[in-house]
């Protein structure tokens, strides 16, 4: 039998395929008063911070805080190459990059908008911390990678890299802990992972959802930096800071400890 070799050998009609597809399961960020992970709202997940880690740079420090791990790299005070930079006051350049298997989605070798945006904060919140008047005509290099992102990326670039200049020899007033909170609703979830982070906010059915991170100096008690985004009210953005501001505070004696560490190592080291 001739058969027209021009014509599609298919079937004369076709069923939509996402008639097939089970509706997605739902998941809620709370479920009887703990979270997806076990932790209760309060609770941030384990830290560990270490600093010295890349011998070529000047100051470095590594950090986990369970699954999101960062390394900071800090080079310089070195000459200013653009005449049209000079300054009195010292320059100072942050870089903050995901590391390209670091996400559930691959990321790219230049920077997107979400790595520029985490540059600009990361720099507004460590640039208050800094004593540029001390190093006249120079500027300092922060490069800040992201090996694996499970949340709280900013929070934990912020601490890693302040302990990093802090080993750098660079003159602080104090350092800079960092701290983020994802605000569902009523609750304040301290420390957030990766998908109570980027959960849409459309699956949440919250009129507040978003989050605010901050960058505290804590012998100073003074703010250096705050960040949120989404839609949240003011008063639940008062409440997250304090939050904040407090977990920052508990903070503080871990990156000390970590400097503490690395001054004693080096001291061994030189015998």
């Known amino acids: 039998m001739p058969t027209d070799s021009r014509r599609i050998a298919g079937p004369e009609s076709s069923t939509n395929p996402y008639n097939f597809c089970s509706e997605k399961p739902r998941h809620e960020l709370l479920q009887n008063g703990k979270r997806q992970d076990g932790r209760k709202e309060n609770n941030i997940r384990p830290i560990f911070l270490k600093a010295g880690v890349v011998s070529q740079a000047r100051g470095s420090a590594y950090i986990e805080q369970n699954e999101t791990k960062a390394i900071c790299a800090v080079y310089g005070p070195r000459e200013v190459i653009r005449k049209e930079d000079f300054s009195m006051k010292g320059l ?48 300092v290099n922060i490069y800040v990678t992201v090996l694996q992102n499970d949340g709280s990326a900013l929070a934990a670039a912020i601490t890693c890299a302040s302990v990093a200049l802090a080993d750098s020899g660079i003159e602080m007033y104090d350092m800079v802990a960092g701290s983020s909170v994802r605000v569902a609703g009523k609750s304040l979830l301290m420390d957030p992972s990766y998908q109570e982070e980027y959960k849409p906010e459309e699956d949440t059915g919250l009129t507040n ?38 977990v920052c505070t508990q903070l503080y004696p871990v990156l000390q400890q970590a400097l503490v560490r690395s001054v004693s190592e080096k001291e061994d080291e030189d015998g």
Request: proline share 3%; hydrophobic share 35%.
């Open 92 to 139: 100072l350049t942050c870089e903050f990059r995901f590391a390209t298997f670091s996400c559930r989605e691959r990321r790219q070798h230049q920077q997107d908008v979400e790595e520029k945006d985490y540059s600009v904060q990361l720099l507004e919140a460590l640039e208050p911390a800094i004593c540029l008047d001390k190093f006249p005509k120079a500027q």
């Open 209 to 246: 959802s978003g989050s605010v991170t901050v960058g505290l100096m804590p012998s100073l008690q003074q703010v250096s930096a705050i960040t949120s985004k989404g839609e949240i009210e003011f008063e639940l953005v008062k409440q997250a800071v304090a939050k904040c501001v407090e």
